[in-house]
């Protein structure tokens, strides 16, 4: 196990996490055989780091379980300066790729959605949902009950909820809906 005194607050961690980056600033400072970096220990034998202990928490989580974990009151851009620092090449693409990403999806402005409710039978529904695409998603499924009986076998009707982002304008310009989107529009309005 091994202490780090990072801005005042300890953290604890094993020599095995902190090493996952091998050319990182924690495996150099704690893992490798050899001279290490010269780095100050406190008076319990911690690691002196002068860094944020803030964005140290997702920086040491992304090393414990390789993912991605941001609250949301921290700025991503404070965990790509950290993860800079203590060079973990693999987050620093992770933290940019997310930063374009959602300057992306800003820049698109608020996501709209489209849903469509349709009935089908209980005989359509596997298919229906099933070929299911141009950007379509299933949302929510309604039993209604049976209202035909067919000789002794009843009929399960279902309402199926499906939704899809709004894409249609680009500068001005209204596409057509697919071949597909105007199939599950026209079972839409049979309600």
């Not at 780095?39 to 920086?59: H, N």
């Not at 693409?93 to 402005?109: P, Y």
């Not at 298919?127 to 399960?156: C, H, P, R």
Request: hydrophobic residues 30%; aromatic residues 8%.
């Amino acid at each position: 196990w091994v202490r780090l005194n990072v801005g005042g607050t300890y953290f604890v961690s094993t020599r095995q996490t902190l090493c996952r980056e091998p050319k990182s600033f924690l495996c150099r400072l704690c893992c490798q055989d050899g001279p290490e970096l010269g780095s100050d220990k406190d008076e319990t034998g911690a690691y002196l780091i002068d860094r944020d202990p803030t964005y140290f928490g997702p920086i040491l989580n992304y090393l414990r379980h390789g993912k991605l974990i941001i609250n949301k009151e921290l700025a991503e851009e404070g965990v790509l300066e950290e993860a800079e620092f203590y060079n973990i090449a693999s987050l620093v693409r992770l933290v940019k790729e997310r930063i374009r990403d959602n300057e992306n999806r800003t820049s698109q402005g608020p996501v709209k959605h489209v849903y469509r409710v349709l009935q089908c039978q209980e005989e359509e529904l596997t298919q229906m949902v099933s070929t299911m695409s141009d950007g379509w998603k299933f949302e929510q499924l309604i039993s209604i009950g049976s209202s035909y009986n067919y000789g002794n076998e009843d009929q399960a009707e279902f309402l199926c909820v499906v939704s899809r982002e709004l894409n249609n304008s680009t500068n001005g310009i209204v596409k057509e809906p697919s071949e597909k989107a105007k199939i599950l529009q026209e079972r839409g309005s049979r309600m």
